[in-house]
């Protein structure tokens, strides 16, 4: 169940994601439409890891409402496809940590799509995190255009 009133106002003034979604951070975007958005998160570990998040602040999966589980769910379908044509992974996590026990640091819920190739040496666990990939903004972009020309060609 969403949270509502002041509790809710007050998550999302702080909230990151929120914060993409009212325009006032930056970070390229993949896709959007009337209930989620994708884009390319600003950590990298491997090249071509997605974030897919509600456009409304749902804290963690127990808030989404059903018509944003199912957009969020059928979008990292396509997606895991498009990342896969443009990459050529034979691998890719798909990830979610909710609530704090389960290693939550960004209280808005978002699914993690990571390809993983033969020998990253990748390991899941809290904090695996870094921007190993792309070294430059321009290359972040570059990767977003590529997702995005890869969803166009399977509509």
């Given amino acids: 169940m969403k ?4 509790v809710a106002e007050a998550m999302t003034e702080k909230c990151v994601f929120c914060k993409i979604m009212g325009g006032e951070k930056y970070q390229p975007v993949i896709y959007h439409d009337g209930l989620c958005t994708a884009f390319m998160d600003i950590n990298q570990p491997n090249p071509y890891h997605v974030l897919i998040v509600p456009n409304s602040h749902a804290e963690d999966i127990y808030a989404l ?15 895991s496809h498009a990342i896969r044509r443009v990459t050529n992974c034979p691998g890719l996590n798909v990830l979610s940590n ?16 990571m390809p993983r190739f033969q020998g990253d040496r990748l390991r899941l666990a809290a904090g695996l995190m870094g921007r190993k990939y792309p070294k430059t903004d321009a290359e972040l972009e570059r990767m977003t255009s590529n997702l995005k020309d890869q969803l166009a060609k399977s509509e």
Avoid at 3 to 6: D, E, R
Avoid at 67 to 78: C, G, M, P, T
Avoid at 98 to 113: E, P, S, W, Y
């Fill in 98 to 113: 909710n609530g704090r026990v389960a290693g939550q640091t960004v209280f808005h819920f978002h699914l993690h799509l």
């Fill in 65 to 79: 409402s059903a018509d944003e589980a199912s957009a969020i769910f059928q979008l990292s379908a396509r997606l």
């Fill in 3 to 6: 949270q509502a009133g002041a």
